[in-house]
């Protein structure tokens, strides 16, 4: 057998653990009373803040590809769930990992999972401090990841709040994630640095975590969701919790250079996929015009573009949530987005 055929029963599931996993208990973390090797971990939350926590599973075959590359596909596992904090304006501090292994699975698959969970792990100065490891004999591999991370008492956002007249603000670029799904699967065909560009953001989100943090502290922010499931999809969400509905101007839609020219080669309709495709993992938040003057500071020390896409607006019944309009036209869209069952 070769290194790279070598099974992770070569190690086993206490050798995974202290050989891969227990070195991403990132040093310098706060809280951390008791860490990976005992029972459970034991951790000190800051006394005047509240623990915000989340969690997501990605399974083989329906989050990613078996041949998605396993060091993206760790620090991928990281980012969707900085995305959650970020959305709620928390700093992350401690994960919990649980993985469920095939038997079969090559060390090296292993190996590279931990290094790139590793790597997004002391990025973002998150202590993995614990989890479960177990084998699977019904069919692939599947990861949940639970982070925690801490917000001062009443202050996390949320999704309830936007106001009629509130901004629309979004964060980076919308669709180039789904775009990046669509030339993987071959759907799409896009050139040369495009291809790369689009995929890259499909296997590796940028979560806005310092901005969230920033846009906490500075109580700017009405309202906040991440785009997970599609943008439409997404804002819909906002605005059923906040009660109210939304007016998009389809031109004001920050589409990347590379999205831009894929609508221009391939045809309009693509932007449907834009604005619904989903996994952007950026940020929407509602925010009243006078505090453009605030953000405006926030977003450069976190070299983090913002667009002002639209407003909020009374919901009126029988009306859509969300109106993405050109030029006075209501564009059609999937507004679902994606949904497991
Ligand atoms: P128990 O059987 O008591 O639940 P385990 O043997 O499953 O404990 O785990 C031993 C230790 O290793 C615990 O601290 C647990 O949190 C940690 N651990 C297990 N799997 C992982 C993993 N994939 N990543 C990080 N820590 C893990
Ligand atoms: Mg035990």
New binding site residues.
């Given amino acids: 057998m070769t290194a790279r055929q070598e099974s992770i029963a070569s190690l086993g599931?206490?050798g995974?653990?202290r050989e891969l996993?227990?070195p991403?208990q990132t040093p310098g973390v706060p809280g951390v009373v008791l860490g990976?090797?005992?029972?459970?971990?034991v951790l000190t939350p800051a006394r005047t803040q509240e623990l915000v926590i989340t969690t997501d599973t990605l399974v083989e075959g329906m989050h990613f590809a078996a041949d998605m590359d396993p060091y993206l596909l760790g620090r991928k596992t990281l980012l969707v769930n900085l995305s959650d904090l970020a959305a709620m304006g928390a700093t992350p501090h401690w994960a919990?990992?649980?993985?469920a292994l095939p038997p079969a699975t090559a060390l090296h698959w292993a190996k590279e999972f931990a290094r790139g969970l590793g790597e997004a792990c002391r990025t973002f100065s998150v202590a993995?401090?614990?989890?479960?490891?177990v084998s699977t004999t019904h069919g692939g591999t599947v990861i949940t990841l639970t982070l925690m991370g801490m917000a001062g008492q009443g202050r996390a956002m949320t999704r309830k709040g936007a106001t009629p007249g509130d901004l629309i603000c979004v964060t980076g670029t919308i669709g180039d994630s789904a775009l990046g799904l669509a030339v993987r699967q071959g759907r799409l065909k896009a050139e040369g640095d495009d291809a790369v560009f689009l995929t890259d953001r499909h296997q590796l989100p940028s979560p806005r975590v310092a901005l969230g943090v920033k846009l906490l502290d500075a109580a700017i922010v009405r309202a906040c969701i991440d785009v997970s499931d599609g943008f439409a999809a997404d804002l819909g969400h906002l605005c059923e919790a906040s009660g109210v509905a939304a007016e998009v101007d389809a031109d004001r839609m920050p589409y990347s250079p590379a999205a831009r020219r894929q609508l221009t080669r391939h045809g309009p309709e693509w932007e449907s996929t834009l604005l619904s495709g989903g996994e952007d993992y950026e940020l929407i938040f509602a925010m009243t015009e006078g505090a453009m003057e605030f953000l405006t500071p926030l977003c450069e020390e976190t070299k983090t573009p913002v667009t002002v896409v639209g407003r909020f607006i009374e919901a009126a019944t029988g009306e859509p949530r969300v109106r993405i309009r050109r030029g006075g036209e209501l564009l059609r869209f999937s507004q679902e987005g994606w949904r497991h069952f």
Avoid: M, N, R
Wanted: charged letters at 15%; zero cysteines.
């Fill in positions: 599931e206490f995974l653990i996993f227990a991403l990976i090797g005992d029972d459970a971990a919990l990992l649980s993985l993995l401090v614990g989890g479960d490891t």
